[in-house]
């Protein structure tokens, strides 16, 4: 088996892994409304623990210092376009899905881009050997597993259908293929934009879950639900936490 199939297949199971929401389609709508607040937590917890324990770490370990001028570019950028390009339509044309969904989109896309680039990377560096290839691709996908929950949440919550929400989600998660056959056929081309691109990614995760969902959770006035909300948030960065470690 060629390495360039050995990097595909494992693209494709970590691509795989944002269809996690089809199991909420075996669920009733009035129960999937009573958890969307618990998921929408969790989804906080994952995105700022990806930017913060995985994507910041990374990107300085690349560029130093000025990742963090790439993480606040990231952040300046989905500003722009919440403000001044979805919110725009969306205000014109009165649609029902908030802007933060094409947003998380947006990001997962870069960051799914960056997942098929290591996992390339991890298999070329290795040569024959598989092994560096295959606990990489595991994991991304231990790592994907909590924060593809939370994105699925997002887009419902954002205004998608459940249906609508698994298309976009798979859909932003075939840019790995793109990120994983780039690098495979010209990695000399991506040599220091990987920071870039990290700090990007980070700064938008940083972006959504400090101005758009963090503020929703607010809204929550009754302390019972405010103490699971707060207990399925550190859960999501303790999950992105836990994963790090394991794989370290």
Same mark, same amino acid.
């Given at each position: 088996m060629t390495q360039l199939t050995l990097i595909l297949l494992s693209v494709l199971a970590v691509s795989l892994i944002s269809l996690v929401g089809v199991f909420t389609l075996l669920v009733k709508e009035r129960f999937m409304e009573r958890v969307l607040f618990i998921l929408i937590a969790g989804a906080t917890g994952t995105l700022l623990g990806a930017a913060f324990l995985d994507l910041i770490p990374e990107a300085m370990n690349e560029s130093g210092s000025n990742a963090m001028t790439h993480v606040l570019f990231g952040l300046l950028s989905f500003f722009i376009? $919440? %403000?001044?390009?979805?919110? %725009? +339509?969306? +205000? $014109?044309?009165?649609c029902e899905i908030h802007a933060f969904t094409y947003l998380n989109l947006i990001g997962d896309a870069i960051h799914n881009f960056l997942d098929g680039m290591v996992i390339a990377a991890a298999y070329l560096s290795s040569g024959s050997d598989i092994s560096l290839g295959l606990i990489t691709t595991i994991a991304i996908i231990s790592h994907e597993i909590p924060q593809e929950i939370g994105d699925f949440g997002i887009l419902v919550y954002g205004g998608l259908s459940k249906y609508r929400a698994l298309l976009f989600n798979f859909l932003s998660a075939l840019t790995s293929f793109i990120g994983a056959i780039l690098f495979y056929f010209f990695s000399p081309l991506f040599e220091g934009s990987t920071s870039l691109l990290l700090g990007f990614a980070a700064g938008g995760f940083i972006y959504i879950a400090a101005v758009d969902l963090l503020p929703e959770l607010n809204k929550e006035l009754e302390i019972r639900r405010s103490a699971i909300q707060l207990a399925f948030l550190t859960a999501g960065i303790f999950a992105i936490w836990f994963t790090i470690r394991i794989f370290e």
């Open positions: 376009l $919440e %403000r001044f390009i979805f919110w %725009r +339509h969306c +205000h $014109e044309e009165k």
